[in-house]
């Protein structure tokens, strides 16, 4: 079944010390979003790809980088984590263009960050 | 900006009963509303959409949707309830496309539903 995989799915680090979340998906969509969801909170859409085309939210921290190597990957890095980032970081994806604006987004199982 | 309201953080019901989870919208233009579902530690999982056309939206695992355009209201319905029911359920409105493509969600709060023997 096409599907959007992340790993890992639990992920326990130190403050300060640098982490990379990855996603990877088989639908083959153009476009692949970044949510933070805290406890029991709606996510929150921290950037988007459109292809390459990397799109911030406004308010995500600038701690908060992504890189997008082809279609499948995308990757989710935090620099410095603080003990707020402790989250499920959520992948998800959707097909791309005016015309499919409407389609549902496909989302991961997400992992849950802890940082200590 | 397009938003959502989920009045009830939680929802209790028995099993075989019906269950009605709410979501109101507050929208300029036509409404694009959607419905997920999250279980403990999964990510979120499509339901169902209203984009136009018929107001009972039908939707995966047996539930549906009525869209209301008097009362700006797109309640979650099942005719009977499923223990297995029991999870976290989000509406959504397209609050606008993103640039190059792709959709911009804005989330309600979320309502726990719990369905009991």
């Known amino acids: 079944d096409a599907m959007v995989i992340q790993n890992p799915r639990y992920q326990v680090t130190q403050f300060g010390k640098p982490v990379t979340l990855s996603c990877s998906q088989t639908l083959n969509h153009n476009v692949m979003y970044w949510y933070q969801q805290k406890s029991s909170q709606a996510p929150k859409l921290l950037f988007h790809?459109?292809?390459?085309?990397?799109?911030n939210e406004a308010d995500t921290p600038d701690n908060f980088q992504s890189r997008r190597p082809n279609t499948s990957f995308c990757f989710l890095d935090i620099r410095s984590p603080g003990l707020g980032d402790t989250a499920m970081y959520l992948c998800?994806?959707?097909?791309?263009?005016?015309?499919?604006?409407?389609?549902?987004?496909?989302f991961g199982d997400g992992t849950r960050l802890s940082i200590l | 900006a397009q938003s959502v309201a989920q009045p009830e953080d939680q929802v209790n019901v028995a099993e075989g009963n019906p269950l009605t989870v709410k979501c109101t919208y507050s929208?300029?233009?036509?409404?694009?509303l959607f419905w997920y579902v999250q279980y403990p530690n999964r990510g979120l999982q499509f339901l169902l959409k209203y984009i136009t056309g018929d107001n009972l939206v039908k939707g995966s695992y047996g539930f549906e949707a009525e869209f209301n355009k008097s009362q700006t209201s797109f309640h979650l319905k099942k005719p009977s309830a499923l223990v297995s029911d029991s999870a976290l359920y989000f509406c959504?409105?397209?609050?606008?496309?993103?640039?190059?493509?792709?959709?911009?969600?804005?989330f309600g709060t979320g309502t726990q539903l719990k369905v009991e023997l």
């Open positions: 959504a409105v397209r609050d606008l496309i993103l640039t190059g493509g792709g959709n911009k969600l804005t």
């Open positions: 998800a994806t959707s097909k791309g263009g005016a015309a499919d604006s409407n389609q549902p987004q496909h």
């Open positions: 929208v300029s233009g036509n409404p694009y």
């Open positions: 790809y459109y292809d390459k085309d990397f799109n």
